[in-house]
């Protein structure tokens, strides 16, 4: 149970009796100001549907040069990525922008969405990877993809198969925003009716969008700037107009496309949806974008990590792998020691062996020495009592004298 304690101001208003933790959001705040944002912004789309020129508009800066295209289309999907770092009353947005050059421009474009698919789960799989170390860095370089506006081209009809394969394959790896590219080459009819198709076309096949969460949101000092994010929400899918060319406009430097017979306002909310989708995305739900990513996404990966068992390299957690990779030493040293005792016992075994044979020539040399001794000492014995006889006989005594001829 909760007990909810409301601290009056009067009651705080000693210093001894102010606990502080109504400072929380300044400590917040100053943590944010101290590390800066890291987000990671995906462009996919056909080649010409003004990407290029949509991302610099977004973000008011040149990020990527928009030349006539010279060079070939690539025939695969290629991944250029850009980091930029902005800064807004000293609030710093370390920006990534991951373009997919030769997207669904190949005659056969079936499964072109892999290499897209594989860098996303790259980005994962490298932040898991940190997130697992042992001895891990205090702040985890955050390079997942957190968004991808996803291009549509503006036939008027309805989402292409190429579309619909696109979104279904990103759908649970990423926050998708569909965006109608060119929405000034439609009519309001033709524009409203195009949305409507492309809505029940997502409803149809099922597809799950990035859902922007309710809340209040009003853009700033804007001429028909709407109210609340809930009018924000009503325009998706967005569409919007790019432009490299900026005018001013009275006192306001505007980017504009310039037509013989008018002028289209990016910053215009009459002309397109291009402030509605900056102000839903950049302004009210950044951070919003970032936490789906670490807690959906993010979590969907390392789960199915975590499930591919043996035929992962993350299927253990750190510390089953510690304590498995302790047992493992030990048991070889084990088998190392058993190894060493076994070599030693048969050495000293093979030793005693030795001796004992040695032992056993040495009893027999010496039994036969005494046997030779013995014999010598019998023959010695037989070569005296000879000698005594023939003394006697030669009437010799024991001093060497004759007897009886002296
Ligand atoms: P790739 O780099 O090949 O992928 O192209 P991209 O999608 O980045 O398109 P890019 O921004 O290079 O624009 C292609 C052409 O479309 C350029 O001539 C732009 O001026 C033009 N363009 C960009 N945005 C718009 C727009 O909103 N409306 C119209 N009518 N043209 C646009």
Request: proline share 4%; aromatic share 8%.
């Amino acid at each position: 149970m909760v007990v909810d304690i409301q601290r009056e101001p009067s009651q705080a208003s000693t210093k001894s009796e102010f606990m502080g933790f109504a400072n929380f959001p300044n400590q917040v705040f100053r943590r944010c100001i101290k590390n800066g944002f890291h987000f990671t912004i995906m462009v996919v789309g056909q080649s010409g549907l003004g990407k290029s020129t949509f991302t610099n508009s977004l973000f008011l800066s040149e990020v990527y040069d928009v030349k006539p295209h010279q060079m070939p289309i690539p025939s695969t999907v290629k991944i250029d990525s850009k980091t930029v770092c902005l800064v807004e009353n000293d609030v710093k947005l370390y920006m990534t922008f991951v373009d997919t050059p030769g997207f669904g421009d190949a005659v056969d474009n079936s499964n072109c969405w892999d290499p897209i698919i594989n860098f996303v789960d790259q980005r994962f799989a490298d932040y898991l990877a940190e997130e697992t170390k042992i001895e891990r860095p205090e702040n985890i370089a955050d390079n997942r993809v957190h968004l991808c506006f996803y291009f549509i081209a503006p036939t008027g009809h309805g989402l292409k198969e190429l579309d619909i394969e696109f979104m279904k394959a990103l759908q649970d790896r990423v926050n998708i925003v569909p965006i109608i590219a060119k929405a000034d080459t439609l009519t309001h009819q033709e524009m409203l009716t195009f949305k409507q198709n492309i809505l029940k076309d997502l409803d149809t096949h099922e597809i799950r969008i990035y859902k922007f969460p309710d809340q209040e949101g009003t853009i700033v000092g804007i001429k028909n700037a709407p109210t609340k994010c809930e009018d924000n929400r009503k325009r998706i899918p967005f569409a919007v107009v790019g432009s490299n060319k900026v005018i001013d406009i009275g006192s306001k430097r505007t980017r504009v496309r310039e037509y013989p017979w008018g002028t289209v306002e990016v910053e215009n909310l009459a002309h397109n949806d291009f402030l509605a989708l900056r102000d839903i995305v950049i302004r009210s739900n950044l951070v919003d974008l970032i936490n789906v990513t670490r807690d959906i996404h993010y979590e969907n990966f390392r789960y199915k990590q975590m499930c591919k068992g043996a035929k992962g390299n993350l299927e253990r957690d750190p510390f089953t792998q510690l304590e498995e990779e302790r047992r493992t030493v030990e048991k070889e040293a084990a088998e190392v020691r058993r190894t060493k005792e076994k070599i030693f016992a048969e050495k000293v075994a093979d030793r005693e062996h030795k001796l004992a044979d040695r032992g056993k020539a040495l009893d027999e040399q010496e039994k036969e020495n005494r046997r030779i001794l013995h014999e010598k000492h019998g023959m010695l014995q037989k070569s005296l009592e000879e000698l005594s006889e023939f003394r006697r006989a030669a009437g010799i005594n024991d001093s060497g004298s004759s007897i009886g001829h002296i």
